[in-house]
């Protein structure tokens, strides 16, 4: 275990390291940029050896995986972020430990999340998916809404009870004019959000940016980061 500890806390600083670098580079504070490290597929194990480091955010994108993990590390001070698509008849189960949803794409999620938060005492932090991939009114291939779509979904969720509209999350594209352009991509994103802010000024998370592009997501004004393999490790294949 101490050699894991050892290898998690040495990609943990070059990651740290990059971050602070791109907002130095950007003009801006790192206290501006949170690290979300992506635990899918890891152990609890590695999970509480993050904490120990000082990790605060962590996320999930599975729920079967997800729901047994948080549990075993209930005792720490962590903020659970689901980042997958989301299937209503997970909703429950995710309800019971996510204290942000990062994947909200539509108005049925938002009214699934908003029964089952309202039955478990709790309110949920909600990010909508930007699809950047899906034109101005379809949705994306990984999830998520278009562009022209974010201010009604914002809307259905600021009056949602037991749910918090924190801000917008995106994936950069593989497909369509953003893709391979993740400065664009980003920049993109910065200017939904700045409509979006217009009508809801406390909406101002932007979750862009991963392990291969957290510093053009960084240099646009992302405000989280969600870095996974530069941190764990190169993943082991799901069965």
């Known amino acids: 275990m101490t ?73 720490l001070a962590l903020t659970w972020h689901f980042v997958g698509q989301l299937q209503t008849n997970k909703v429950r189960s995710v309800v019971g430990y996510a204290d942000v949803v ?40 990984r999830g998520g809404v278009a562009p022209g779509g974010v201010g009604e979904l914002a809307d259905v969720v600021a009056g949602a009870p037991g749910l918090r509209l924190d801000g917008l999350m995106t994936v950069a594209p593989l497909t369509g004019e953003f893709a391979g352009r993740q400065p664009a991509a980003f920049e993109r994103m910065m200017d939904l959000s700045t409509d979006l802010r217009r009508t809801h000024p406390a909406a101002t998370m932007v979750s862009a940016g991963m392990s291969a592009d957290l510093e053009q997501a960084v240099a646009a004004g992302a405000t989280h980061v969600r870095v996974g393999t530069a941190v764990l490790g190169v993943r082991p294949r799901l069965g």
Do not use: F, M
């Not at 050699?3 to 990059?18: F, G, H, Q, Y």
């Not at 108005?107 to 005492?121: D, I, N, Q």
């Open 102 to 141: 990062q994947s909200v794409d539509r108005s049925r999620l938002v009214t699934a999340l908003s029964k089952e938060a309202v039955r478990a005492g709790r309110e949920v932090g909600c990010l909508i998916q930007v699809a950047l991939d899906a034109g101005e009114s379809a949705r994306g291939e």
């Open 3 to 75: 050699d894991r500890r050892d290898e998690l806390a040495r990609n943990l600083a070059k990651v740290e390291e990059r971050i602070a670098a791109a907002c130095a580079a950007a003009g801006r504070r790192c206290e501006e940029v949170t690290l979300i490290v992506v635990t899918k597929t890891y152990p609890a194990a590695d999970v509480r050896i993050l904490s120990e480091l000082g990790v605060r955010h962590v996320a999930e994108n599975r729920d079967q995986d997800a729901a047994p993990k948080a549990a075993e590390c209930s005792d």
